[in-house]
């Protein structure tokens, strides 16, 4: 969902149907209690907009933050399974190319010829 769908869902106070991510959700919260408190006269135009600013740039902050930690929970997966894979291998059949997949898979390198 893109910034301005969440904005327009907030400022309406019309509860997302999509499943957010954390700091979607977050973002729509914080907005959602922003146009409460601009449309209640707590807050003035000026400082509502100054303050819808830094929630988004919070968002985008998180966002790429978010977006590093879950590739680096995918990949790190990824290199787990690929390990126990070799090491599967290696230890039914013990060959030098089942060594060298295991060594590939932890070091993320083939081994050179010799």
């Not at 969440?6 to 499943?19: F, G, S």
């Not at 590093?68 to 030098?96: C, G, H, L, P």
């Not at 060298?100 to 010829?113: H, Q």
Request: without cysteine; glycine residues 4%; aromatic residues 12%.
């Amino acid at each position: 969902m893109t910034v301005d769908q969440i904005v327009k869902l907030a400022a309406q106070n019309i509860v997302p149907t999509d499943k957010l991510s954390l700091s979607e959700t977050l973002l729509w919260y914080r907005l959602r209690d922003l146009y409460s408190k601009f449309s209640q006269g707590s807050i003035s135009k000026e400082n509502a907009a100054a303050e819808k600013h830094k929630i988004v740039k919070q968002y985008n902050d998180d966002s790429a933050t978010f977006g590093f930690y879950d590739s680096y929970v995918s990949n790190s997966a990824k290199m787990w399974r690929r390990i126990e894979s070799a090491a599967t291998e290696y230890r039914q059949n013990k060959t030098i190319e089942n060594a060298d997949k295991f060594v590939e898979a932890v070091y993320g390198v083939g081994m050179k010829e010799a």
